[in-house]
């Protein structure tokens, strides 16, 4: 059987100051293509270009990656603040409306960072602008210099940095065998008020939520606030993620064989 088909969202960039791309990380593709046994075919954040219902009938799976710019906060109800930018309003405009496509069809969805929010501003959620500035919180954002730049050692920046608290019998820890894992954190927003279906599976040591679900969806939907695409290959929680989520695009690609 042919391997799985997972979209991957791109993320708009503009290069030279003049130029407008959609760009995705290569680890996410990595980790698809080695880990999750999948072809990762990336698909357009601008709903311009993009049919919703023309890529669901294409791919077996989504993949919602981590993007610099955050959610825009009217979707959850929020002035935006110049603070807060860039935002990313044309992803917005396909990721929203795509996380309820899936979950209602069963395709199955994983959701990274900027995913993991989006999953849950889809369901009615509101986000953070900077979960740092919470009282009692940790800074999440990746690791800088004393100069303000960001780190140059990648090891650094995607080195574990807190612990997360799954809950005991839910589908992350059932999925990794463990209630106890620790994860890299490169986030300045993050989920304030969960959804009406996001389900709470994984909090950090300062309460920040890292792991959800979608309630009653009929196929794979879960998302978490770190980046596991980084370590995919030898991280062995990172692995069992992408494992899960590539054997489901793959029952989902044969049950739709099935059907045809």
Do not use: K
Not at 11 to 19: E, I, T, V
Not at 82 to 99: F, G, M, N, Q, S
Not at 155 to 171: D, I, K, M, Y
């Amino acid at each position: 059987m042919a391997r799985p088909v997972i979209g991957v969202i791109g993320n708009a960039r503009l290069l030279d100051n003049r130029f407008t791309a959609q760009i995705v990380g290569e680890n996410n593709f990595r980790a698809l293509a080695e880990v999750a046994g999948a072809l990762p075919l990336m698909f357009a954040g601008c709903p311009a270009v993009t049919d919703l219902g023309g890529l669901l009938d294409t791919v077996d799976g989504v993949l919602l990656t981590g993007g610099r710019a955050n959610v825009h906060p009217t979707h959850f109800g929020t002035e935006p603040h110049p603070a807060h930018e860039p935002y990313d309003e044309a992803r917005d405009a396909v990721a929203l409306p795509l996380i309820e496509a899936c979950v209602a069809r069963g395709v199955p969805l994983f959701g990274i960072c900027r995913g993991f929010q989006e999953m849950n501003v889809a369901f009615g959620g509101s986000l953070h602008p900077e979960i740092r500035d919470i009282p009692g919180r940790l800074n999440h954002r990746m690791p800088r210099l004393e100069n303000g730049e960001i780190h140059p050692d990648l090891e650094v920046v995607f080195a574990e940095r807190h612990e997360v608290s799954l809950t005991p019998g839910g589908a992350f820890a059932r999925l990794l065998g463990c209630e106890t894992i620790r994860v890299n954190s490169l986030h300045g927003q993050g989920i304030l008020q969960p959804g009406a279906r996001v389900v709470i599976e994984g909090i950090a040591e300062d309460d920040t939520i890292e792991a959800i679900r979608i309630a009653d969806a009929p196929g794979f939907a879960l998302g978490v606030q770190w980046h596991p695409e980084h370590d995919a290959t030898t991280n062995p929680i990172n692995r069992a993620l992408f494992e899960a989520f590539g054997a489901a695009a793959a029952r989902q690609r044969a049950e739709a064989g099935s059907r045809r």
